[in-house]
């Protein structure tokens, strides 16, 4: 597995991680979620990303469990500051007494006493940035936490935080059909030598091939609530993932992996998919290999432009919470 710094500073990690979304339990009953954490760690993934409203605890427990044995030159990612409410939107809390007590709650599901790059999962407006980073550098010094990240961060937030305590790594979603993070977000991570990790870099499962159709989805998928799932954008969709399809097809590799391989070509990006399905691990990893020549590339940014999928990439509620500085 080829590998990649969180931050100009390190550490070295796996290339591709993995995310933790799917073992608590976001797409459905999990039958084995601690065995793909051990399967990817196989396979020689050293990057595992996972946050404490992921199953309201559920996928730290998970991790914990995993490697519990197993974490030297392991880096454990969890993120908080999103608070779940029943029958309503999520609620943001970035408050230094949430995130000081926060991270004492995860590092005992996660069994360890140190997370080794830990997360403010969204910017809430109610605190300044500022106090929040400056509770995260406090858990540096305590030698709680490794390094620091933000989490749908607009450029002017990560400036701010950046100069109260290095920010190591900057998560948002980008993908193929995800692309708003090239205007402004991607420079600025570079001129500050921040990492993007990427999460769902595969669409929710459409990059990959895989033609989901809702009305078979269980009844505790997220996707249920995806705009991109919805009547009326789900066959457009559809249709450009075909077109990915196609365009793999005709290099010999999978949809996932040119999907991945394309974000990989792009200078400080890390992307962590998430699975449950061991074949499609080892399959989503295979693209750390995989090189995209400039006529293939093109063709990709062809297929899927910046405004190429159909429907918000959140419901509004959840989309409501991203910074827009």
């Not at 500050?192 to 809702?214: E, H």
């Amino acid at each position: 597995m080829r590998t990649t710094t969180l931050g100009r500073t390190g550490p070295a990690v796996s290339a591709i991680g993995l995310g933790g979304l799917p073992q608590a339990g976001a797409y459905g009953p999990a039958d084995d979620p601690a065995g793909i954490v051990g399967h990817a760690l196989d396979l020689g993934v050293t990057h595992f990303d996972t946050a404490d409203y992921y199953g309201r605890g559920v996928g730290e427990q998970v991790l914990g469990r995993a490697l519990a044995h197993r974490s030297d030159g392991v880096v454990l990612a969890t993120k908080t500051g999103i608070l779940h409410r029943d029958g309503g939107p999520p609620g943001l809390d970035g408050s230094p007494e949430h995130l000081r007590r926060a991270c004492e709650d995860s590092l005992r599901r996660l069994g360890t006493d140190r997370i080794g790059l830990y997360y403010l999962a969204r910017i809430d407006p109610r605190v300044p940035v500022e106090e929040s980073m400056g509770a995260m550098a406090e858990l540096v010094a305590a030698g709680k936490v490794g390094r620091v990240g933000l989490c749908e961060a607009a450029p002017s937030t990560l400036r701010r935080a950046h100069a109260v305590h290095p920010v190591s790594a900057l998560q948002t979603e980008y993908s193929l059909w995800e692309r708003h993070v090239e205007a402004e977000i991607l420079p600025v991570c570079r001129e500050t030598g921040v990492t993007l990790v990427a999460y769902r870099p595969l669409g929710s499962g459409l990059l990959a091939g895989r033609r989901t159709d809702p009305r078979t989805l269980p009844p505790g998928d997220f996707r249920h609530r995806d705009p991109r799932f919805a009547p009326g954008n789900l066959d457009a969709n559809l249709a450009l993932a075909e077109g990915l399809a196609e365009l793999a097809r005709k290099a010999g590799a999978e949809p996932a992996q040119l999907a991945l391989a394309w974000l990989l070509a792009r200078d400080g990006v890390l992307p962590i998919p998430g699975t449950l399905d061991r074949a499609h691990l080892a399959a989503d990893l295979a693209a750390a290999e995989l090189r995209l020549d400039e006529d293939l590339r093109q063709a990709l940014d062809e297929l899927l432009p910046p405004d190429g999928p159909a429907g918000e990439r959140y419901p509004p509620g959840l989309l409501a919470t991203v910074d827009r500085g």
